[in-house]
């Protein structure tokens, strides 16, 4: 596999029923550096995030397809923790984003990332997307 171009940019999520939060953010994310790295929830990881009883919708390969076909998007890993922190001390990109429903001060995965000396960044985060309030408009329609 030929090398990622630098800046990595990282960052993680389950990333269950994609919408146009998702899909901003992903090419705000990747504008941050050369490529981008997208560590998804494996099911049992996100299972116990208690997005719901069924969450996530879909499988963690569904999942997977879907992240990998943006164009955004150079690799699609996993991890089963609760935290991507085991991955991102293994992987240690320079760069680390969330959305910004997320206080990245108060993430373990900044103190890991600024400790070897790489960022952490917040990105805007997009009124009105989000899959929870999707299923929930499904579900009531
Ligand atoms: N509307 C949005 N605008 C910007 N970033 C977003 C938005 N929604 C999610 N993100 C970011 O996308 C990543 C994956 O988020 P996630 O899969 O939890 O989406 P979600 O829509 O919030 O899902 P859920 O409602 O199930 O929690 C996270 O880093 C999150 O910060
Ligand atoms: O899709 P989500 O719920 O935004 O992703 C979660 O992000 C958490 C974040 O990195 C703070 O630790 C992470 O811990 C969790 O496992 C999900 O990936």
Known sequence: ?????????????????????????????????????????????ARRLGKGPDRPLNAQQDRAIVIAA??????????????????LAELKPQVYVKGGDYDMAKLAETRLVEGYGGRALAIPFVDGYSTTQLVRRIRQA
């Open 1 to 45: 596999m030929a090398a990622l171009a630098g800046p990595v940019v990282f960052t993680n999520g389950v990333f269950d029923v994609l919408h146009r939060g998702h899909v901003t953010y992903l090419a705000q994310a990747r504008a941050l550096g050369g490529s981008l790295v997208v560590a998804l929830n494996t099911d049992a990881s």
């Open 70 to 87: 943006l164009e955004a998007v150079s690799l699609v890993t996993w991890f089963d923790e609760d935290t991507p922190v085991e991955l």
